[in-house]
Every structure is written in structure tokens, then in C-alpha cells.
């Protein structure tokens, strides 16, 4: 009786523990599954032979490159080469592209892109070009939005990290562009302890040409050596300002993680570029002797040619009064986003519980009434409770970045405790909010930071992926959401995997871009000095060492695709013109024994590849772009020899 | 003739110098990689694509089957065309102006005799860029010709290849209608009116 009473016991308590262990890791399987609505796969849907409603630009972070995807399917569709090389189309690697990299620093294949931004007519984003920044080796890049190539890239000089950039103001007048690191102005070899004494930080402003877009550095002003960290300029009533967020105003240079984080309250300066541009033109600047390159793509020569810059105009603020005011801005601030009537500054903060809401009508009154709180060498404090118009509470943990929807709210990402909050602009209050997996950084409403938002979609822009995909080994894409802000909740949609890092983003109606979209280059535009625009002219020229093939491409052959007299040493070039004039016809080209990439080769379009052969032999080249149904028969010989063999190459026409 | 058939005729003459300046003809070629689609239009005195590139690229795709290249300089039908319309339109205004039915007959003969010939022609340019084909062509198939359709659809290959008259070969076969029905009127009508 007893032993079965205990046996019923063992039983109950097995069965229980079970129940339970079962319960528990059913549970955990799936704490992190959000909820989604059973019609989001319809809003992401886009049927086949339909497009997407946006095309959106997400920074490539530390592949340098910007990625092109569509909303709402999320679909990537094309990776434009920015700041490292590609050896997918010979970006980078072309004698064409390779100018396009060129620095003081010499030729440098790679960056950190972090923020792309549209040009903008006023205030809204207008589908000509798109910009974005290189932190590490301070540049600024303009992307042509009719052909989806890098046009320019300019560097920025007297910069550490160019983080706070590339912000445009609402007419593109300018692109900004701050450094990240204070370093010594000019650099010199000075004791790294010193750094109160020699580092500075220098804000930059990139005069934007309006018809081509050519950029130039057009003043750069003093600053103390804080660390510069993002920007947003000013519209409607704040047009001719721009807000610089500022951390470390400790100005320690080590342990940044402790030492920088002592001040309750950094800084936004808020600089008036209107009045930068009279001081300017008053002849109030020293001009200050630098290195930097400015290098520009030309689409009819197909050529970027790099030019050596030596000088900025520097304007110190103690010498135009009025300038700059700092705003104190609470714990560590970073995002700094202006909302779309121009009036509310919504400041981020890494350590913040709360987001601070700076007013533009309160600052300029408290400039009028001079309510300062000391200023630091010669920029004035604003008093806090003097230009504060509200602070958001209950906001979650590291309020990072905002954007809004145009109907009165706006929406913040909060990295620390891993949400999108949404709250409404002059209440402070918030309405809604809504998980990210994981650890959100920015998030971009399709025009979310302009006059006029297209607020449908939020992009939350992660940066931890964790289990959100299959595994791919330690090394994960990285994760984007998708939510929907149409109505009162958010709903989140979709994830879609990115490239690199995405840091910031932006997007854009579709049929802005779609009615500008180049499909080919016009042949007889083409001005590269090594060019055959015809099979007439498809010819090989010895030139002492130098041999230059001028060699077309069609469908399914190469014109000449025998070529003998080529001699070890010599420099091989081989200039290749696509003579297609049909959209989506590209051709490639890869010869045995080259030490680049391949080719490809856009219609129309002359792309060079230089090649060094080191022993004879006969070396096949053929075209690497499936071109048609003869496309295996697209192919050559050069035959590379130790003797003196006069050029010969096979031209029919 | 009655005053109202005279000026029929003078503004039926007149319409065909639409035909100078608008399309006569088109072929369209439509396939699955040309979602936009390809096509040339036929022209008093010239060949064009439809879209800027569309005749290089049609050329650029013939020769793979061997087919010579279109060149509208090397078609010397196109140069004497102009004149031959120009020659139609006189003869109308003559019949028009004059109303002389003899003249309306005239002009219907010649008509009928240049449409007849020019569509036999037309079709016999379509049979030898069909037929005679390089035989050194990339692509060759027992058998099989390329030639579009005169008036009509085709699917040759991958491509639907649509042959009709277009604004101006419209007008030009309107206007022969109704010079036909006219002289229907004047041989069949009552004679006391004429």
C-alpha cells in the first residue's frame, strides 16, 4: 500500500515537472516572436510586374557602399559602389573609377558610409542626387540619382570621423559635414594629454552647385574640440540655421566611455549659416593652407579626373558674434531632427530616459533677451529652461533618433530597451510604441526628416540581428524592419536583411527617380579619348612600351579578337567600348593572368583595364556578362611573345 | 461632275501629304526579353525606329539568323516614293479641279496600279530579307524563314511580329476608297444628273 502510494507520488511529481519543462521551453522558443497582423503579407506583396511604392537608400556602413532597396517588399536591388572598390562592375579598379578614390592620404578603397541624404528643393527631397558621408577618411560622395552612380567626391579637410554629415539644407545650398574626433588644427605632432590646448572641431559647408551638383568646400568654422555627432538643418522659420549635436564638451581623450560621460548636459550648437555666408562675403575668414583631393566623374568622357585642393576659408566664431549658440542637451545627445514645420528640435541622448524638444521661437528669444549660462570661447550658453519646449517622458531607454509622419506625430528609437516610441509633437505624450529586433540605431520615414513627409512606412534600421534569419556562422547580415504608421498602432510588417551596416536611410516616392531613369549612354556622346564608337574604328596602336586596344563589344563578338605583337613587359591597355544602344545589354571583360577585377561595361560606355603580361604565351579573354544567346562564343587570344613581332589583329570592317 | 464630288476629290488629293510627314507603315516585333517592345515605321522616304535604337537593335539581333541589314539609304524605293505620291496628289487635283471624269478615271487606274505594285513590293522586300539569308549566319534552321507578315501577325521565333498599315497607309487607302466610290457614283448613278 505504501510502495504503490509512492509510486503514484513519483509519477505526479514526473508528470508535473514535464508539464512544466515543457510549458517553459515552449515559451522561450518563443519569447522574441512579434506578433504580426494576418494581412501584413498583402501590404508587402508586390505582384510580379508591379513595382514598389518607394525606393529606399540604406547607408552600406562599413562596406563604404549605399544599397538601393524597394518598400514595401524590402527587395535589394542594386548595391551602388561609393567609397570601396567592386570588382563586381571594376569600380575602383577601372584607370576610369580609380581617380574617384584618390585622398590626401592616397588611394584609399574603402570607407564607413554612415548617412545618405536627397537634395532637397524647398525642403523636400527632389530625386536629383543623393549624398552620403565617408567617416574615416573624411569625404562627402554625390550619387546621380538619373544613373545611380557615384558623379563626385569631395574631402573634407581638418576632420577626425566625419560623422555629423551628409545633411543637406532645404534648397541643397549646402551639405554639412563635422568631425567626429577633434584633432589638432592644423595637425601637428602634438602630446595627445594636450588635447585642450590643440584640438579642435571644425564644421564644414559644401557649396552644392544647383545645376550639376559640383560640390566645394565653401567655409569651415572653428570649434571647440568636442565631438561632433549629427546634424539636421532648419526649415520654414529656422531656414538658415543648422543643429550640430555635441558630446565629450569634458574634452577628455581617453576613456571617452567614463570621461565623456561626467556633464549632465552636452550640447546642439546651433549655427546660422545665412550669417556664416555675409561674414564670409564681409572677407571675415583667414584662409588656412590644407590637403585635400576633389575628384569628379564625367558620364560623357566615362572618366573621373582628381584635382589637389590646398586651402578652406576658416571663420572663428569670436570674430562674428552670433554665429553659434549652444543649446544644452541632456546625457551624451547624438540624433538631432527637426520637425517638418521647422519650429521643435527633438535631441537624442545615448544615456537619456527622456527625449528634450527645443523650441526655435523660445531660442530666438532667449538670444534676444541674452538668457545665457556663460559661453565657451565665444559661443554663447543658452539656459536650458529658457529654450525648452517640452521633454518627452517615459520614452524608453537611449532615445537615439527621430523622424515624423507629417500628421503631428513623431517616432523615436530607443537602442537601450530595444522599441520605436511614438509621440505626439506639443503634447510630449506618448501614444504607442512598439518592439525592434534588435537594438534599434535610426529609423527613416520616407521623407520623415523633410517639410513634407510621406509617412506610411517607418524602416527600423537594427543593428543586432541575433536569430532573426537563418544562421550564417558568426558573421550575420544585418536586420531592417518594416511597420506600417498608417493608422493609430503600429504594426510591424516585414524583416528584410542588409548590407553592411545600415546607419541612417532615405527614401523616395518611385515615380520621382522613374521618370529620370537612364537606360543607356548615347554612343555618340561618348568622348572617352580612347573610344571606338564603331567597329571601324576598333584598332591596336604599340606606343613604345604602351599597347592601347581599342576594342568594341556587340553582340555576340569583340572587334578585333586576334591580337598578336604584344610583348612581355609591355602595359596592356585595353580600352573596351560597348557599342549596344539597348537597355539592359551590358558586356564584360576578363583576359587570363589580370591582376584586377573584370569589366563590365554599361551600352555606350568605355571602361579600361590594364593589363601586364609576364610570360608568353597565347592568353583567351572572353566577355562575363551573359549578352545573348552567343555569349560563350563572345570571347579572344592575345598572343604575348619574347620577340620583336610587328601588332597585327584581325578588323574586317 | 457636281460641284460637291469636285471638292471631295481636291481635299481627298490633299490629305495624302499627310503621307510626307506621318508614318506609312509598321511592323512591330514583340518577345518576352522586350517588355517594352521593338518596332520600325515605314516613311515616304526613310526607315525608323520605333523607339531611337529600335532599327540598330533589330539589325543587331538579324544578324545572328544572316538576315542583311535594313539600311534605309540603300532602298531606292524610298527615294523615288516622295515623287510617285507627289504624282497621285497632282492627278487628283487635276480630276478634282477639271471634273472631267476621264481624269477621275485616270487617277483611280494609276492609283490602283501604284498600291498594287507598291504592296507587291513591299511584300517582295519582306521575301528577300526572309529568305536570303547569310549563309555564314550564327543561327540556322532547316527549313525555316523569317519573313514578316504583309498585313498581319506572325509569331516567327521569339518574336510576334505585327505588319499593318499605319496613319498614313491608312489615309492613303482611304482616300482610295473614296475615289472608288465616286467613280462607282459616276458610272452606276443616274446619268441625267451628271
Given at each position: 500500500?505504501?510502495?504503490?502510494?509512492?509510486?503514484?507520488?513519483?509519477?505526479?511529481?514526473?508528470?508535473?515537472?514535464?508539464?512544466?519543462?515543457?510549458?517553459?521551453?515552449c515559451?522561450?522558443?518563443?519569447?522574441?516572436?512579434?506578433?504580426?497582423?494576418?494581412?501584413?503579407?498583402?501590404?508587402?506583396?508586390?505582384?510580379p510586374?508591379?513595382?514598389?511604392?518607394?525606393?529606399?537608400?540604406?547607408?552600406?556602413?562599413?562596406?563604404?557602399?549605399?544599397?538601393?532597396?524597394?518598400?514595401?517588399?524590402?527587395?535589394?536591388?542594386?548595391?551602388?559602389?561609393?567609397?570601396?572598390?567592386?570588382?563586381?562592375?571594376?569600380?575602383?579598379?577601372?584607370?576610369?573609377?580609380?581617380?574617384?578614390?584618390?585622398?590626401?592620404?592616397?588611394?584609399?578603397?574603402?570607407?564607413?558610409?554612415?548617412?545618405?541624404?536627397?537634395?532637397?528643393?524647398?525642403?523636400?527631397?527632389?530625386?536629383?542626387?543623393?549624398?552620403?558621408?565617408?567617416?574615416?577618411?573624411?569625404?562627402?560622395?554625390?550619387?546621380?540619382?538619373k544613373?545611380?552612380?557615384?558623379?563626385?567626391?569631395?574631402e573634407?579637410?581638418?576632420?577626425?570621423?566625419?560623422?555629423?554629415?551628409?545633411?543637406?539644407?532645404?534648397?541643397?545650398?549646402?551639405?554639412?559635414?563635422?568631425?567626429?574626433?577633434?584633432?589638432?588644427?592644423?595637425?601637428?605632432?602634438v602630446?595627445?594629454?594636450?588635447?585642450?590646448?590643440?584640438?579642435?572641431?571644425?564644421?564644414?559647408?559644401?557649396?552644392?552647385?544647383?545645376?550639376?551638383?559640383?560640390?566645394?568646400?565653401?567655409?569651415?568654422?572653428?570649434?571647440?574640440?568636442?565631438?561632433?555627432?549629427?546634424?539636421?538643418?532648419?526649415?520654414?522659420?529656422?531656414?538658415?540655421?543648422?543643429?550640430?549635436?555635441?558630446?565629450?564638451?569634458?574634452?577628455?581623450?581617453?576613456?571617452?566611455?567614463?570621461?565623456?560621460?561626467?556633464?549632465?548636459?552636452?550640447?546642439?550648437?546651433?549655427?546660422?549659416?545665412?550669417?556664416?555666408?555675409?561674414?564670409?562675403?564681409?572677407?571675415?575668414?583667414k584662409?588656412?593652407?590644407?590637403?585635400?583631393?576633389?575628384?569628379?566623374?564625367n558620364?560623357?568622357?566615362?572618366?573621373?579626373?582628381?584635382?589637389?585642393?590646398?586651402?578652406?576659408?576658416?571663420?572663428?566664431?569670436?570674430?562674428?558674434?552670433?554665429?553659434?549658440?549652444?543649446?544644452?542637451?541632456?546625457?551624451?545627445?547624438?540624433?538631432?531632427?527637426?520637425?517638418?514645420?521647422?519650429?521643435?528640435?527633438?535631441?537624442?541622448?545615448?544615456?537619456?530616459?527622456?527625449?528634450?524638444?527645443?523650441?526655435?521661437?523660445?531660442?530666438?528669444?532667449?538670444?534676444?533677451e541674452?538668457?545665457?549660462?556663460?559661453?565657451?570661447?565665444?559661443?554663447?550658453?543658452?539656459?536650458?529652461?529658457?529654450?525648452?519646449?517640452?521633454?518627452?517622458?517615459?520614452?524608453?531607454?537611449?532615445?537615439?533618433?527621430?523622424?515624423?509622419?507629417?500628421?503631428?506625430?513623431?517616432?523615436?528609437?530607443?537602442?537601450?530597451?530595444?522599441?520605436?516610441?511614438?509621440?505626439?509633437?506639443?503634447?510630449?505624450?506618448?501614444?504607442?510604441?512598439i518592439?525592434?529586433?534588435?537594438?534599434?540605431?535610426?529609423?527613416?520615414?520616407?521623407?520623415?526628416?523633410?517639410?513634407?513627409?510621406?509617412?506610411?512606412y517607418?524602416?527600423?534600421?537594427?543593428?543586432?540581428?541575433?536569430?532573426?534569419?537563418?544562421?550564417?556562422?558568426?558573421?550575420?547580415?544585418?536586420?531592417?524592419?518594416?511597420?506600417?504608421?498608417?493608422?493609430?498602432?503600429?504594426?510591424?510588417?516585414?524583416?528584410?536583411?542588409?548590407?553592411?551596416?545600415?546607419?541612417?536611410?532615405?527614401?523616395?516616392?518611385?515615380?520621382?527617380?522613374?521618370?529620370?531613369?537612364q537606360?543607356?549612354?548615347p554612343?555618340?556622346?561618348?568622348?572617352?579619348p580612347?573610344a571606338?564608337?564603331?567597329?571601324?574604328?576598333?584598332?591596336?596602336?604599340?606606343?613604345?612600351?604602351?599597347v592601347?586596344?581599342?576594342?568594341?563589344?556587340?553582340?555576340?563578338?569583340?572587334m578585333?579578337?586576334?591580337?598578336?605583337?604584344?610583348?612581355?613587359?609591355?602595359?596592356?591597355?585595353?580600352?573596351?567600348t560597348?557599342l549596344?544602344?539597348?537597355?539592359?545589354?551590358?558586356?564584360?571583360?576578363?583576359?587570363?593572368?589580370?591582376?584586377?577585377?573584370?569589366?563590365?561595361?554599361?551600352?555606350g560606355?568605355?571602361?579600361?583595364?590594364?593589363w601586364?603580361p609576364?610570360?608568353?604565351?597565347?592568353?583567351?579573354?572572353?566577355?562575363?556578362?551573359?549578352?545573348?544567346?552567343?555569349?560563350?562564343?563572345?570571347?579572344?587570344?592575345?598572343?604575348?611573345?619574347?620577340?620583336?613581332?610587328?601588332?597585327?589583329?584581325?578588323?574586317?570592317? | 461632275?457636281?460641284?460637291?464630288?469636285?471638292?471631295?476629290?481636291?481635299?481627298?488629293?490633299?490629305?495624302?501629304?499627310?503621307?510626307?510627314?506621318?508614318?506609312?507603315?509598321?511592323?512591330?516585333?514583340?518577345a518576352?526579353?522586350?517588355?517594352?517592345?521593338?518596332?520600325?515605321?515605314?516613311?515616304?522616304?526613310?526607315?525608323?525606329?520605333?523607339?531611337?535604337?529600335?532599327?540598330?537593335?533589330?539589325?543587331?539581333?538579324?544578324?545572328?539568323i544572316?538576315?542583311?541589314?535594313?539600311?534605309?539609304?540603300s532602298?531606292?524605293?524610298?527615294?523615288?516614293?516622295?515623287?510617285?505620291?507627289?504624282?497621285?496628289?497632282?492627278?487628283?487635283?487635276?480630276?478634282?479641279?477639271?471634273?472631267?471624269?476621264?481624269?477621275?478615271?485616270?487617277?483611280?487606274?494609276?492609283?490602283?496600279?501604284?498600291?498594287?505594285?507598291?504592296?507587291?513590293?513591299?511584300?517582295?522586300?519582306?521575301?528577300?530579307?526572309?529568305?536570303?539569308?547569310?549563309?555564314?549566319?550564327?543561327?540556322?534552321?532547316?527549313?525555316?524563314s523569317?519573313?514578316?507578315?504583309?498585313?498581319?501577325?506572325?509569331?516567327?521565333?521569339?518574336?510576334?511580329?505585327?505588319?499593318?498599315?499605319?496613319?498614313?497607309?491608312?489615309i492613303?487607302?482611304?482616300?482610295?476608297?473614296?475615289?472608288?466610290?465616286?467613280?462607282?457614283?459616276?458610272?452606276?448613278?443616274?446619268?441625267?444628273?451628271?
Amino acid at each position: 500500500m505504501k510502495k504503490l502510494k509512492f509510486t503514484k507520488l513519483s509519477i505526479a511529481i514526473v508528470s508535473l515537472i514535464t508539464v512544466i519543462a515543457i510549458f517553459g521551453a515552449c515559451s522561450r522558443s518563443g519569447r522574441n516572436k512579434a506578433m504580426v497582423e494576418s494581412d501584413a503579407a498583402e501590404k508587402v506583396y508586390v505582384a510580379p510586374g508591379t513595382y514598389d511604392e518607394f525606393y529606399a537608400f540604406l547607408s552600406g556602413g562599413f562596406s563604404g557602399q549605399l544599397s538601393v532597396y524597394g518598400l514595401p517588399s524590402g527587395r535589394l536591388f542594386k548595391v551602388i559602389p561609393v567609397y570601396s572598390q567592386n570588382p563586381e562592375n571594376g569600380y575602383g579598379y577601372t584607370e576610369e573609377t580609380k581617380p574617384m578614390l584618390m585622398t590626401s592620404h592616397g588611394f584609399v578603397p574603402w570607407d564607413d558610409a554612415h548617412h545618405p541624404d536627397l537634395s532637397q528643393t524647398n525642403g523636400v527631397p527632389d530625386g536629383r542626387w543623393i549624398f552620403i558621408n565617408g567617416n574615416n577618411t573624411p569625404r562627402i560622395a554625390r550619387i546621380n540619382l538619373k544613373t545611380f552612380e557615384t558623379n563626385e567626391i569631395i574631402e573634407i579637410p581638418n576632420t577626425g570621423g566625419n560623422h555629423a554629415s551628409a545633411f543637406v539644407t532645404p534648397n541643397t545650398e549646402y551639405v554639412v559635414a563635422a568631425t567626429r574626433f577633434s584633432v589638432p588644427y592644423p595637425q601637428s605632432d602634438v602630446s595627445i594629454t594636450d588635447y585642450k590646448k590643440f584640438f579642435k572641431g571644425a564644421i564644414s559647408y559644401i557649396k552644392v552647385e544647383p545645376g550639376t551638383g559640383k560640390m566645394s568646400i565653401a567655409f569651415q568654422i572653428l570649434m571647440p574640440g568636442f565631438d561632433y555627432d549629427l546634424a539636421h538643418s532648419g526649415k520654414g522659420p529656422s531656414f538658415g540655421w543648422s543643429f550640430f549635436t555635441c558630446y565629450n564638451s569634458e574634452q577628455s581623450q581617453t576613456l571617452l566611455e567614463v570621461n565623456a560621460s561626467k556633464n549632465d548636459k552636452d550640447f546642439i550648437a546651433a549655427v546660422n549659416w545665412k550669417k556664416a555666408e555675409e561674414a564670409v562675403a564681409a572677407g571675415k575668414f583667414k584662409t588656412m593652407n590644407c590637403n585635400y583631393f576633389h575628384n569628379v566623374y564625367n558620364d560623357e568622357t566615362h572618366s573621373a579626373t582628381s584635382e589637389k585642393l590646398t586651402s578652406v576659408k576658416v571663420l572663428d566664431p569670436k570674430d562674428v558674434p552670433g554665429l553659434i549658440y549652444y543649446l544644452p542637451t541632456p546625457k551624451s545627445p547624438h540624433g538631432v531632427d527637426v520637425d517638418p514645420t521647422g519650429e521643435y528640435i527633438a535631441c537624442g541622448g545615448k544615456l537619456a530616459a527622456m527625449i528634450p524638444v527645443h523650441s526655435f521661437t523660445k531660442m530666438k528669444k532667449a538670444i534676444e533677451e541674452k538668457k545665457f549660462d556663460g559661453e565657451i570661447d565665444g559661443i554663447p550658453i543658452l539656459k536650458y529652461d529658457a529654450v525648452i519646449a517640452g521633454e518627452v517622458k517615459d520614452c524608453g531607454l537611449g532615445p537615439l533618433h527621430t523622424e515624423f509622419d507629417g500628421k503631428g506625430y513623431a517616432y523615436t528609437s530607443a537602442f537601450i530597451t530595444s522599441e520605436v516610441v511614438k509621440w505626439k509633437v506639443g503634447t510630449w505624450q506618448v501614444v504607442d510604441r512598439i518592439p525592434s529586433y534588435y537594438s534599434i540605431g535610426h529609423l527613416m520615414i520616407p521623407g520623415g526628416d523633410c517639410a513634407k513627409p510621406w509617412g506610411k512606412y517607418l524602416v527600423a534600421l537594427n543593428k543586432i540581428t541575433k536569430d532573426r534569419y537563418l544562421p550564417t556562422g558568426p558573421e550575420m547580415c544585418q536586420a531592417a524592419q518594416l511597420i506600417d504608421i498608417s493608422g493609430d498602432k503600429m504594426k510591424l510588417l516585414l524583416d528584410f536583411p542588409t548590407i553592411g551596416e545600415p546607419h541612417y536611410a532615405q527614401a523616395i516616392p518611385a515615380e520621382i527617380l522613374m521618370k529620370n531613369n537612364q537606360k543607356i549612354f548615347p554612343i555618340e556622346q561618348n568622348k572617352h579619348p580612347y573610344a571606338a564608337k564603331g567597329e571601324k574604328e576598333a584598332k591596336v596602336v604599340r606606343d613604345g612600351n604602351n599597347v592601347h586596344i581599342y576594342m568594341t563589344m556587340t553582340r555576340s563578338h569583340f572587334m578585333p579578337d586576334n591580337i598578336e605583337g604584344v610583348k612581355v613587359g609591355d602595359n596592356v591597355y585595353i580600352h573596351t567600348t560597348n557599342l549596344e544602344q539597348d537597355w539592359d545589354v551590358p558586356h564584360g571583360f576578363a583576359i587570363l593572368g589580370a591582376e584586377y577585377s573584370e569589366l563590365l561595361v554599361m551600352p555606350g560606355q568605355t571602361r579600361t583595364l590594364v593589363w601586364r603580361p609576364k610570360e608568353v604565351g597565347v592568353y583567351p579573354f572572353y566577355c562575363t556578362d551573359f549578352c545573348s544567346a552567343l555569349h560563350q562564343e563572345m570571347s579572344g587570344y592575345i598572343r604575348v611573345s619574347n620577340t620583336n613581332i610587328p601588332i597585327s589583329y584581325n578588323n574586317p570592317n | 461632275m457636281k460641284t460637291k464630288f469636285k471638292i471631295l476629290i481636291v481635299i481627298s488629293s490633299l490629305l495624302l501629304i499627310t503621307s510626307y510627314f506621318l508614318p506609312i507603315w509598321y511592323i512591330s516585333l514583340d518577345a518576352p526579353q522586350y517588355p517594352e517592345g521593338m518596332g520600325m515605321q515605314i516613311f515616304i522616304n526613310d526607315i525608323r525606329g520605333e523607339k531611337e535604337h529600335d532599327l540598330k537593335n533589330i539589325n543587331e539581333l538579324n544578324h545572328y539568323i544572316g538576315m542583311n541589314r535594313i539600311i534605309p539609304d540603300s532602298i531606292s524605293e524610298l527615294k523615288y516614293m516622295p515623287f510617285i505620291i507627289g504624282a497621285l496628289i497632282l492627278l487628283g487635283l487635276i480630276a478634282g479641279i477639271s471634273g472631267k471624269k476621264i481624269m477621275l478615271y485616270i487617277w483611280m487606274l494609276v492609283y490602283f496600279i501604284i498600291g498594287a505594285v507598291g504592296l507587291y513590293d513591299f511584300w517582295h522586300w519582306e521575301y528577300d530579307y526572309g529568305h536570303h539569308l547569310n549563309p555564314e549566319a550564327a543561327l540556322k534552321i532547316p527549313g525555316m524563314s523569317y519573313q514578316p507578315p504583309l498585313i498581319g501577325s506572325k509569331q516567327i521565333m521569339n518574336f510576334y511580329a505585327t505588319s499593318m498599315p499605319d496613319i498614313a497607309g491608312w489615309i492613303i487607302f482611304g482616300v482610295f476608297f473614296i475615289g472608288l466610290a465616286i467613280t462607282t457614283i459616276m458610272i452606276f448613278g443616274k446619268k441625267k444628273e451628271v
